[in-house]
Each structure stands twice: as structure tokens, then as C-alpha cells.
């Protein structure tokens, strides 16, 4: 009657896409340090409630466990966000969780496959057009996390008392860098974008998947080779989709 006609309207309504790569949620920053503005969940929550995907790519920093550790602040936002992705699990999407350089504290959960969630450092994906990419979060294509991801290891393991001062080391390399000039920056993205499409040349994969750069873009370079970076939802609040037929789109949210 009306109640199964209402819940099959709603059904009919579930957008169903192929795959999402999203990355760089940040969720527990709460300095707004580097990187400026402070994180939004909200805008992925609205894009994810009613949809379906087969595959699900968290592509690392997506909880910011290092300021979390620091300065536990936790928001019921971020248990609505861990419920939708169960949510997804439970419905049968096979979900990546690809570790970055603010949630790399979880690489001891590497080959775990927790509730459908398999955690890695990185992975391949194939298109629906057969099309094989390499998915990162891309910290190791970046030389100034050269210089951070230790500093930051030392802020873990190091006493509360004294874990500020590695992390405002931190804060600090990433404040000269954000300090350059707009010329400067755009070499740098240009720089990391080299770096890690050299590894796509040279083990021939169709494209890259990455975040960490919070520079949302899809490109096609040479030999058709695809970059494609997932943006973030501290500043730009993008995410990638794969539809039916193996295009990729980039999604600007509303917030």
C-alpha cells in the first residue's frame, strides 16, 4: 500500500554511483594553523546520505589523529561520518582507507579488514573501463612532509608535556611554505604532480588518485595519463565520483 510505494519511492531515489574518492577531512583539527580554514564536514555528509556506491576511497587525512592526540576534541559529526561509511559497508560497497600523513598512526591496521574496510597504504583501482589507477594519498611525492612526518612521528611518542614543541616545528615548516608566494606554491603543486605521475609513466598505470595537497583538479597530460587530485573539506570541499561508465567527475559541495 502507501507505506511500500513510500519506501520504494525512496529507494528509486538513491543516486547510485560507482565509485567516491574523498580524502583530507581532517576531522579533530581544531588549531587553524597551516592550511587556514577549519574543517567542514557537513557538505560530504549531505553528498553521501542518499547515495550508493560500489567502492569507497578514503584517501588519507581523514581524521587528524596527531591534533586529536593532542587536543581531544571530538565532534558527534565525526560519529555520523564513521556510521555513514558502516552504513555504506553494510550495503555491500567495498571501502579503501588509505592512510595519509596526519592519520598514518593507523598503519598498524595494514591488511586488517575491519567491518568491509581495508586499510592500506596505497591501492589500485580499475574503471569501469578497465582502466588501472594508482590511489595515494601522495605524502611520499611531497618533500617538505620529508621533513614534517618525522617531526610529527617525535609528537606522538613524546611526552604531553613536551608534544607541543614538535608540533609547532611542524606548524612551523608548514607556515613558511604557506608564506610563499602564490608563483612559489603552484611550483610546488606542479613539483608534487611530476613526482608522482613519473610513477604512474613508469609502471604504466592510466592515471593517479591523490589528495594531500588540498588542490582539487582532473587533468589529462601526456599519453593520456589522467591526474586527478580529490581536493579537501577544509577549504575547497570537493570529492571525485566514477559514474556507471568510468568517467570521473570533480564535485564542488555546497556548504
Not at 591534533?67 to 579503501?96: A, C, H, P, V
Not at 612521528?153 to 611554505?177: F, G, M, N, R, T
Not at 608563483?183 to 604512474?200: N, P, S
Request: with cysteine; net charge positive; proline share 3%.
Amino acid at each position: 500500500g502507501m507505506r511500500a510505494r513510500r519506501i520504494y519511492g525512496h529507494i528509486s531515489l538513491m543516486k547510485k554511483y560507482r565509485s567516491i574518492f574523498l580524502s583530507d577531512i581532517h576531522m579533530g583539527k581544531t588549531r587553524s594553523g597551516y592550511g587556514g580554514a577549519k574543517p567542514n564536514v557537513d557538505p560530504l555528509l549531505k553528498f553521501i546520505k542518499n547515495k550508493e556506491f560500489d567502492f569507497v576511497y578514503l584517501v588519507g587525512d581523514i581524521f587528524d589523529i596527531w591534533e586529536l592526540l593532542m587536543n581531544w576534541k571530538w565532534e558527534s559529526k565525526y560519529n555520523t561520518f564513521i556510521q555513514e561509511i558502516l552504513r555504506l559497508s553494510q550495503q555491500g560497497s567495498k571501502i579503501y582507507y588509505i592512510t595519509g600523513n596526519h592519520d598514518d598512526i593507523l598503519e598498524r591496521m595494514y591488511g586488517l579488514d575491519f567491518n568491509g574496510i581495508e586499510f592500506c597504504k596505497q591501492v589500485i583501482h580499475t574503471t569501469a573501463k578497465k582502466k588501472k589507477f594508482f590511489v595515494s594519498h601522495g605524502q611520499d611525492y611531497d618533500p617538505i612532509n620529508k621533513i614534517t612526518g618525522p617531526i610529527r612521528q617525535i609528537s606522538y611518542s613524546s611526552p604531553k608535556s613536551l608534544s607541543w614543541i614538535p608540533s609547532k616545528l611542524v606548524d612551523w615548516c608548514h607556515s613558511i611554505v604557506i608564506k610563499l608566494s602564490n608563483k612559489t606554491k603552484l611550483e610546488g603543486v606542479q613539483r608534487y604532480k611530476e613526482r608522482i605521475m613519473k610513477k604512474c609513466y613508469k609502471e604504466n598505470y592510466d592515471g593517479v588518485i591523490c589528495g594531500h595537497l588540498h588542490h582539487p583538479q582532473i587533468q589529462t597530460l601526456k599519453k593520456g595519463k589522467i591526474y586527478i587530485n580529490t581536493g579537501d573539506s577544509v577549504s575547497n570541499f570537493t570529492v571525485v565520483t566514477e559514474n556507471a561508465q568510468g568517467n570521473f567527475k570533480l564535485h564542488k559541495l555546497r556548504h
